[in-house]
């Protein structure tokens, strides 16, 4: 089991390829689909998802799809299960097994990640129905306050868990710690943030013997708040993001996959960008790739607006996004 995980990572963070995450769930996929005046209804949200995954040649690009509980039992309109389909392409399917967040009492602003009762038998049904990763999402916001260091301990105890669960049952876990780009602290204030986060992930997950050679990161990159005066440019934003990472992350650890978090497609993909090429200049012991939801959805969801005509040019336009993250891979 131990060898089948070490290469399903290898394959996730396979040279000029990243990952796909169209693991929204129910609420946030409809949040999305009405900001394009699209009904999101199991088939509506059916639709979309085909849309995504038979969008041809993906697979140039493409080595994992993150899929939701919902997704991964449905099937495209011939009747071909959605795992089978990606499987048949090469491309490895994956399943979000977090029950989203809810609220840390007595730590206002601050979130926790539930799921993990029950967990082993979803992890065993999944497996069954064709995954072969599986992902976990933290979120830690940051203020002139926060993160405060319970909520970073009690997220990284919970994904250390959620891996280990996921290693027994051959599973490759990722396991996300997302520090949010919400508010309007400065990058430093994200630094010291990720920096923290990391220190108690990586911690917890030694604590708990889970082995760093099966499981890929899948971090925030080192940002300015969405609403902070002074947005750093890719350069800045690669150097504190590598510095961060090479301060946290154990070099056993196979791949790093970033998250989009609200950044724009073309941003994300510069940002990628310049992380790969500072990495190519100063080294980096990890692959850097993508795990985007947003920044490869976003563009080709507007295009498509839930008409069957308009499938193609959406098609298109996720290619384009996927084509300009893959690249990016590659310092290019
Ligand atoms: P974004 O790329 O939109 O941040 O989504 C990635 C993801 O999987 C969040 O859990």
New binding site residues.
């Given amino acids: 089991m131990a060898s089948e995980m070490a290469a399903i990572a290898a394959q996730l963070v396979a040279p000029g390829k990243g990952l796909l995450?169209a693991?929204e769930s129910n609420r946030t996929i409809e949040k999305r689909f009405r900001s394009v005046g699209v009904e999101s209804t199991e088939a509506t949200r059916r639709d979309y998802r085909e849309l995504l995954f038979t969008a041809p040649g993906m697979e140039q690009y493409i080595s994992g799809v993150?899929l939701f509980d919902e997704t991964i039992r449905q099937a495209t309109a011939d009747g071909v299960p959605f795992p089978e389909l990606l499987a048949a392409k090469g491309v490895l399917p994956g399943i979000?097994v977090d029950k989203g967040l809810v609220d840390l009492p007595f730590f206002p602003g601050e979130r926790f990640t539930q799921g993990l009762d029950g967990l082993e038998e979803r992890l065993e049904d999944y497996r069954q129905r064709g995954a072969r990763f599986a992902?976990w999402?933290a979120v830690i916001a940051v203020s002139d306050r926060l993160p405060t260091l319970p909520a970073l301990r009690a997220n990284a105890e919970a994904l250390a868990r959620y891996a280990g669960l996921c290693q027994v049952h051959g599973l490759v876990p990722i396991v996300?710690p997302?520090v949010l780009m919400d508010g309007s602290h400065d990058i430093e204030a994200c630094f010291q943030a990720t920096e923290a986060t990391q220190h108690e992930l990586f911690e917890a997950l030694a604590r708990y013997r889970v082995a760093f050679e099966h499981l890929i990161l899948?971090p925030n990159m080192v940002l300015a708040g969405a609403d902070c005066p002074r947005q750093a440019g890719p350069e800045e934003v690669a150097e504190k993001t590598l510095q961060c990472l090479k301060r946290t992350v154990p070099a056993a650890v196979p791949g790093i996959a970033f998250?989009?978090?609200?950044q724009s497609d073309t941003t994300?993909a510069a940002n990628l960008k310049a992380i790969n090429q500072r990495a190519a200049q100063v080294g980096a012991p990890w692959p850097l790739t993508f795990?985007?939801?947003?920044?490869l959805q976003a563009g080709p969801m507007a295009i498509w607006r839930g008409q069957a005509e308009n499938r193609a040019a959406a098609q298109q336009a996720f290619l384009d996004r996927a084509r300009l993250a893959a690249a990016a891979v590659a310092g290019g």
Avoid: V
């Avoid at 998250?259 to 609200?262: I, K, P, Q, T, V």
């Avoid at 795990?291 to 920044?295: K, L």
């Fill in positions: 995450a693991d993150i979000k992902k999402r996300e997302e899948k998250l989009s978090g609200g994300a795990s985007f939801s947003r920044a």
